[in-house]
Structures are given as structure tokens and as C-alpha cells.
């Protein structure tokens, strides 16, 4: 192979990498489709959107301004912590009582649960994490996962974009 | 004969059909609240549409409701102040009417101003400023009750009362066109409501994400369906209406604002209130400039500019000052910070707000 023709082909590829790797920096920035359970728990649990579509699931519809009912669908919350191993059922007791879970979303907003709040034995109906709206997966600024708290009154605590829950135990 | 008599754009009816009215109100939307002695029928919104394009109904005949709210607009003047019949300039910017049925206060700043029947009084007969300028011994109600078109309108709109020529009757009928003005149906909706992926730019879904995300905190003020935070309607009263000081004066002395533009201290006297002033529905925004309550803002760029340094600075003039630093400030005006990237995306979600159904719509047209 003549040498410049070898040079040219280094070039070329050097080109296109350099191309592939630029292309690849100015995509925009997909936000990762995963919550994250951390804090005082045995280990950080990181769940995809398919390892809560296998999860028991449950759905609960909210009457919206216009009169309709928006039906969401998701995994109760109470399901995700005893997959993380934070305390629930007959360990939800005594010091573990003193626990909060920190619901964080991708923009910074959060919001406080208490562990008794998410388990049957203190909660009159279960707070979700829902990742579909009227059977479609939630989008844009809603999605892709956002707790949904029937019992709540106001809407503030329905975090949108959800991304992490963080256990803290206040008493161990 | 009878339907001749209605105008070009009137659309055959039923006698029953008249006395009902249909809101064919698309998803996300709710009924809005109708005030129980105005029920709404499509022959008193059919005289209201009337009565809103009539320039008769001013003292000098130059000018109607549409003169400062033009359809074109989204029901708004394209100007900093509007101008009333006389010439004599409003101190503020016209509102639109677009959405007005679902407002919890009416007007920029009267926290007590809650019912369009009582609203649509000030422009026809305030004096400060001159709008429309009429007065009740002016013979405008004699010009309704010679005018066959209008003896029609009447009887239809009033049907079996024996006097319908009268101020309240002619409210009645203005509030409850403006009150069939709704704008539901701009790409935003059929993408957020609709489901159509297709209707908004990928730019627009990123500057989505910006208005609701908790940095910038626009959907604070401007939230759900109606991107207002005084919306009522039929099964909501809605929560306690709040004005919001955006920090753009701090004027020297006492009142931080400039007169008569004080906000609702206007009607309170409490010095907390000066500069507090409603969050406008951002539906149809992009073809509502200017902005702010005076019109100080000639685009969408100026305004994003101005929370995003979380208040103006204004460098001379008798308005110069630091808008930031005004202690009335509402604490979300906080600023933030945008790329060139984003500033352009939450531009293009605002411009996906945009109805233009709405502005050509010939239920809301200038009948005559």
C-alpha cells in the first residue's frame, strides 16, 4: 500500500472517530431511566423501568380539573423497599419507626415519607411509584416514574421525574 | 327572514338550541364556573358578540370592547397601553380575554374584581382612564332598543322579559360571550392531552421540561391546564388568589413601583402589596407582546431575561432602580441560570401554547 494512500486512511478514521465521539458528546443528555433506592439499607437497589414492570403492580385513578379520572399504574412503594431491605411489616416497629424516605427528582425537588406512611398497617391506601398514565408510559416533564399519593390532598408530594429514594434511619 | 336579520356569521338555530349552550370542552379542560343568574345560552353569547364588536357602544362611536382585545391578538391590543375612545391612554396593558371564564380575579391587580358581569361596567363607563366612555343618559340603550337587529337579539337572548334593554342586561350578555371564548386547542394540547408526539418540536419538549423543572419554577405561578394560578371553574373554587411582585422596579420613595401602576397596594394600602400584580394565563403568549402588566417588556426573550436575573435593572430615568433588591419580591424570583440552548427551548414551549384556532375562530368574529 503506497504511503500516502495509508496516511489518508489514517487520517479518515482518525476523522471519523473524532467525528463518532463529537456526535456522540451533542446528543442530548437522555435521562437515564432508572430509580435508584439508597441509604440505610443493606445495598443500593437501582431498578429499570422493565424490573418494575415485572413487580406487583396496582393502579389507582385521580380525579383531574376537568372531572375525568386519570388512572395511574405503578409498583406500590412499600414493594420497592422490601426489595431494598428497609424495614417493613413486622420489622416496621419500635426504632425503625423513626425512618423517612427522601423522594429526590432529576431537578432537585424533594419530598418526605415517613416508613409507617407507605406500610398497610398504618396506610389507609398505598403511595405508588407509577410509571404509565391512562395505560401510556408518563413523558416529558412527568416522566418516567412519579409517586402518586391518593390520600394526599394536594398534589406537592407527587414527585415528578422521580429518580432516587433515599432511607434514612433516625434510630438503629 | 328571522335568521337573515342575525348577520352573515350567524349561524342557523333551533329556538330551543338558542336558549341552551354546548362548551365542547376538550380533555384537561373543566367546565368553567357560570355565575347562577347568568346561565350561558348561545342567544345571549350571540348579543354579547354583537354588542363587543359595536363601536356604537362608545361615546364618540370609535371605539368597542375588540378596539383594545382584537381576535388577532388572542384578544389583546399589541400595545404597551391601550388607548380608549377619546385617546386618552389606560395606564396598563390590556389583558386577553382568551380563558377569562376561568379567572379567579379579573384584571392585573383588583383582588376583589371576581365577576365579568361587574367587570365589563369599567370600560364602559370609568373615567379614570376614559375607555369607552359611556354614560347611562348617553341614549346608547334608546340606539339597542331602535335597532331592529338588536330587538331581535334581545328577545332572544331574554326571552319573555319586558324590559331586557337595560345595563345589567347588556353586562350579562358581554360577560357570557367572553366567558365562550376558550382556548384549548394549541400544539401544546395535542401534544400533552392529545398524545400526538408529532404537534411540538423536540425543542419545545425540552423547554417543557425546563418550565416545570424546580430551578426555573414558572409552573409555580403559571400552573396547570390554564398556566395561571387564579384559575377557578365549575367544581374547583381554587385555592386563595396570590399576586406576585416580579421585582422589575424599585423605584426611589415609598412606593417602589411606579404610579399609578402600584399593584394591588392600589386596593389594599398595604405596603406589602405594592408591586404585586396577577400571573396572567400564558396561553397564547407569543402573540400577546408586550409584557408585563405595562407592556415594559417587548418580547418573550426580554421577559425570560428579566426572571433569569431574578428581577430588572433599570439604569436611568425616572424608573431607575434594581428590581432585584425589591423587598416585596415574590421569593420564587430567585433567578436562574440558562444556555443560549435552553433560553430557545423554553421559548419554543411558550410559542407551543399558541391557538390559532382560537384567533380565526368565526364564533368569536366581528359579526357585523
Known amino acids: 500500500m503506497p504511503r500516502t494512500t495509508l ?6 478514521l482518525t476523522c471519523l472517530c473524532a467525528a463518532l465521539m463529537y456526535g456522540q458528546a451533542s446528543q442530548p443528555q437522555t435521562p437515564p431511566a432508572t430509580l435508584t433506592v439508597s441509604g440505610d439499607i443493606p445495598s443500593q437497589l437501582v431498578l429499570k423501568a422493565e424490573d418494575l414492570s415485572k413487580m406487583p403492580r396496582e393502579t389507582v385513578s385521580i380525579p383531574e380539573q376537568d372531572g375525568t379520572k386519570i388512572e395511574y399504574e405503578g409498583v406500590p412503594l412499600r414493594e420497592i423497599l422490601k426489595r431494598a431491605g428497609a424495614p417493613m411489616d413486622k420489622e416496621l416497629r419500635g426504632k425503625a419507626l423513626a425512618s423517612y424516605i427522601l423522594a429526590k427528582a432529576r431537578d432537585g425537588y424533594q419530598v418526605v415519607f415517613t416508613l409507617a406512611e407507605v406500610a398497610p398497617e398504618f396506610a389507609n391506601e398505598p403511595i405508588l411509584v407509577v410509571d404509565k398514565r391512562d395505560g401510556k408510559p408518563l ?7 412519579r409517586v402518586v399519593c391518593p390520600n394526599d390532598k394536594a398534589g406537592a408530594r407527587s414527585v415528578r421525574m422521580l429518580e432516587t429514594l433515599e432511607i434514612v434511619r433516625l434510630q438503629k | 327572514m328571522v335568521l337573515a336579520m342575525l348577520g352573515r356569521n350567524a349561524e342557523p338555530a333551533e329556538p330551543d338550541e338558542v336558549q341552551t349552550y354546548s362548551w365542547n370542552l376538550p380533555k384537561g379542560f373543566p367546565k368553567p364556573h357560570v355565575p347562577a343568574d347568568n346561565p350561558m345560552t348561545a342567544a345571549k ?7 363587543f364588536y359595536d363601536t356604537r357602544m362608545s361615546v364618540n362611536r370609535k371605539a368597542s370592547c375588540a378596539t383594545c382585545h382584537q381576535q388577532e391578538f388572542a384578544f389583546t391590543d399589541s400595545r404597551a397601553a391601550s388607548i380608549g375612545a377619546t385617546g386618552q391612554p389606560h395606564s396598563r396593558s390590556a389583558m386577553s380575554l382568551v380563558n377569562v371564564a376561568y379567572s379567579a380575579a379579573l384584571t392585573w391587580s383588583n383582588p376583589r374584581m371576581k365577576k365579568l358581569e361587574d367587570q365589563v361596567l369599567a370600560p364602559m363607563f370609568g373615567d379614570h382612564p376614559v375607555e369607552l366612555g359611556l354614560r347611562e ?3 346608547f340603550l334608546p340606539m339597542l332598543h331602535s335597532d331592529p337587529k338588536y330587538q331581535l337579539l334581545f328577545e332572544r337572548a331574554f326571552p319573555g322579559d ?4 337595560t345595563v345589567k342586561k347588556v353586562a350579562k350578555a358581554l360577560a357570557a360571550f367572553e366567558r365562550s371564548i376558550i382556548s384549548a386547542r394549541s400544539p401544546y394540547d395535542r401534544y400533552h392531552y392529545g398524545g400526538d408526539d408529532s404537534a411540538v418540536s423536540d425543542s419545545a419538549k425540552r423547554g417543557e421540561i425546563l418550565f416545570f423543572n424546580q430551578h426555573l419554577s414558572c409552573f409555580r405561578c403559571h400552573g396547570g391546564f390554564n398556566f395561571s394560578d387564579a384559575t377557578v371553574s365549575e367544581n374547583n373554587a381554587g385555592r ?8 422589575l422596579y424599585k423605584i426611589a420613595g415609598m412606593l417602589s413601583y411606579p404610579a399609578p401602576n402600584v399593584g394591588t397596594y392600589e386596593y389594599t394600602r398595604i405596603a406589602a402589596d405594592v408591586g404585586k400584580f396577577k400571573a396572567p394565563t400564558l396561553r397564547n403568549i407569543a402573540i400577546t407582546a408586550p409584557y408585563m402588566h405595562d407592556g415594559s417588556i417587548a418580547t418573550l426573550e426580554g421577559v425570560v431575561d428579566h426572571y433569569a436575573a ?3 435593572t433599570i439604569e436611568s430615568g425616572p424608573n431607575a432602580g434594581i428590581g432585584h433588591d425589591n423587598p416585596n419580591k415574590d421569593p420564587l424570583i430567585a433567578g436562574f441560570q440558562l444556555s443560549r440552548q435552553d433560553r430557545a427551548d423554553l421559548i419554543a414551549f411558550l ?3 399558541t391557538d390559532e384556532e382560537v384567533c380565526h375562530d368565526p364564533r368569536f368574529a366581528n359579526p357585523w
Open chain 2, 162 to 165: 319586558a324590559d331586557p334593554f
Open chain 2, 310 to 312: 431574578g428581577g430588572r
Open chain 2, 137 to 139: 343618559g348617553d341614549g
Open chain 2, 240 to 247: 386563595e388568589i396570590e399576586f406576585h411582585n416580579t421585582g
Open chain 1, 139 to 145: 413523558f416529558g416533564y412527568q416522566g418516567p416514574f
Open chain 2, 351 to 353: 410559542e407551543s401554547l
Open chain 1, 7 to 12: 496516511v489518508s486512511r489514517i487520517f479518515l
Open chain 2, 45 to 51: 353569547i350571540e348579543l354579547g358578540r354583537y354588542l
